[in-house]
């Protein structure tokens, strides 16, 4: 299994940014997929998820901080999941990560890619 990040950069406060993470050897239509940031010398948070496409109804959880700013989506005919960021701040700064994670019968799936460094400045 592979989860593997792409997109970030340096940016400007206010700009926008789109993050993609591109998955391998899973069904990825199956987990519920998540980004997740750590800044420098702070907790692992999460930002956003996204529910597995194997309901009706999607749904999707953006943290209290990101709210109106982000919006996670997914592709599963690409098995690729997305996380797009605007009007980003500073306080955005970090290491994003994506995730995969799914619970079949009591056992949990769960992978991580390597992440990917975002950078806001003034």
């Known amino acids: 299994v592979q989860l593997v990040e792409s997109g970030g950069g340096l940016v400007h406060r206010g700009d926008s940014l789109r993050l993609s993470c591109a998955t391998s050897g899973l069904a990825m239509r199956y987990y519920h997929m998540g980004w997740f940031r750590q800044a420098p010398g702070k907790e692992r948070e999460g930002v956003s998820c996204?529910?597995?496409?194997?309901?009706?109804?999607?749904?999707?959880i953006d943290a209290d901080s990101v709210k109106g700013r982000f919006t996670i989506s997914r592709d599963d005919a690409k098995n690729t999941v997305y996380l797009h960021m605007s009007s980003l701040k500073l306080e955005d700064t970090g290491v994003y990560y994506c995730?995969?994670?799914?619970?079949?019968?009591?056992?949990?799936?769960?992978?991580w890619g390597q992440g990917t460094q975002v950078t806001v400045s003034s």
């Open positions: 996204i529910s597995d496409a194997d309901h009706e109804t999607i749904t999707t």
């Open positions: 995730n995969a994670h799914m619970t079949n019968y009591g056992d949990e799936h769960d992978y």
